[in-house]
């Protein structure tokens, strides 16, 4: 084989290399329930709105660091401050690296644990909820859990807590953890839950004015004061 025989070779399988691996990334993203049309990612994440000594740090979320040293990340802050945002970038930097992303929100959570019960399915969605390497759980304290389900939510934490390989949870709220107590029913379990969650998490609390509402157009109109117009004229 000559060296050009070689070469053409070489090209060809580094072409069907790629498109694998572009066949996979695209496959973990349609299965992580990010957003697809509109992607959240760090590229269009407007850090310049972001103060303070640490925001290296947040622009570092895109290394996976995080997911590489098996620690959990937590968003905190109020409405708008782009927490969602980030944890969804995160989820997707995952996806486009090889690694498996979920994205869930809390409301939703509880319902399919709810579900899973009545139908007696609760180890089947305990098993699809510890697969992925990165699982986001969106706007944590939204919604009540009774003791059932904060039971297999422990159960759930637990399992990904012991977890082998790459992997962590990324999770949203509007509340201090300290204050997460409060949707959930049973303390021992909650408390276990929380334990693993954060002995080894890094929790930023993003605090200032919500990013939405900047292409907010406000149109000041007045009525008249005057006899109404003549509804002939009115048109």
Same mark, same amino acid.
């Given at each position: 084989?000559?060296?050009?025989?070689?070469?053409?070779?070489?090209?060809?399988?580094?072409?069907?290399?790629?498109?694998?691996?572009?066949?996979?990334?695209?496959?973990?993203?349609? #299965?992580?329930?990010?957003?697809?049309?509109?992607?959240?990612?760090? $590229?269009?994440?407007?850090?310049?709105?972001?103060?303070? *000594?640490?925001?290296?740090?947040?622009?570092?979320?895109?290394?996976?660091?995080?997911?590489?040293?098996?620690?959990?990340?937590?968003?905190?802050?109020? !409405? &708008? #401050? %782009?927490?969602?945002?980030?944890? @969804?970038?995160? &989820?997707?930097?995952?996806?486009?690296?090889?690694?498996?992303?979920?994205? =869930?929100?809390?409301?939703?959570?509880?319902?399919?644990?709810?579900?899973?019960? +009545?139908?007696?399915?609760?180890?089947?969605?305990?098993?699809?909820?510890? +697969? !992925?390497?990165?699982? =986001?759980?969106?706007?944590? %304290?939204?919604?009540?859990?009774?003791?059932?389900?904060?039971?297999?939510?422990?159960?759930?934490?637990?399992?990904?807590? @012991?977890?082998?390989?790459l992997s962590n949870m990324v999770f949203t709220s509007n509340r201090d953890p300290a204050q997460w107590k409060e949707n959930?029913?049973?303390?021992?379990?909650?408390?276990?839950?929380?334990?693993?969650?954060?002995? $080894?998490?890094?929790?930023?609390? =993003?605090? &200032?004015?919500?990013? +939405? &509402?900047? *292409?907010?157009?406000?149109?000041?109109?007045?009525?008249?004061?005057?006899? !109404?117009?003549?509804? @002939? @004229?009115?048109?």
């Amino acid at each position: 084989m000559t060296d050009v025989e070689v070469l053409a070779v070489a090209k060809v399988f580094d072409y069907l290399l790629e498109k694998r691996e572009r066949s996979t990334v695209e496959f973990l993203l349609r #299965t992580s329930r990010l957003p697809m049309k509109v992607p959240k990612t760090f $590229d269009n994440f407007d850090f310049n709105r972001i103060t303070g *000594k640490n925001v290296d740090r947040l622009r570092s979320l895109s290394t996976l660091s995080a997911l590489y040293a098996h620690k959990n990340l937590a968003f905190i802050g109020r !409405p &708008g #401050t %782009g927490k969602t945002h980030l944890a @969804q970038a995160f &989820g997707r930097t995952c996806c486009e690296h090889g690694f498996k992303s979920y994205f =869930i929100k809390m409301t939703e959570l509880r319902d399919r644990m709810t579900s899973a019960r +009545r139908t007696g399915r609760e180890s089947n969605l305990l098993a699809y909820l510890v +697969r !992925p390497s990165c699982l =986001i759980i969106d706007e944590v %304290g939204h919604c009540e859990f009774d003791k059932e389900n904060t039971r297999l939510f422990f159960d759930m934490v637990d399992r990904r807590y @012991q977890k082998e390989g790459l992997s962590n949870m990324v999770f949203t709220s509007n509340r201090d953890p300290a204050q997460w107590k409060e949707n959930f029913c049973e303390n021992d379990a909650l408390l276990c839950a929380l334990d693993r969650i954060f002995d $080894d998490a890094v929790v930023f609390t =993003i605090k &200032g004015e919500s990013f +939405r &509402g900047r *292409k907010l157009e406000t149109v000041a109109l007045r009525t008249s004061t005057g006899s !109404p117009a003549d509804p @002939q @004229q009115a048109g």
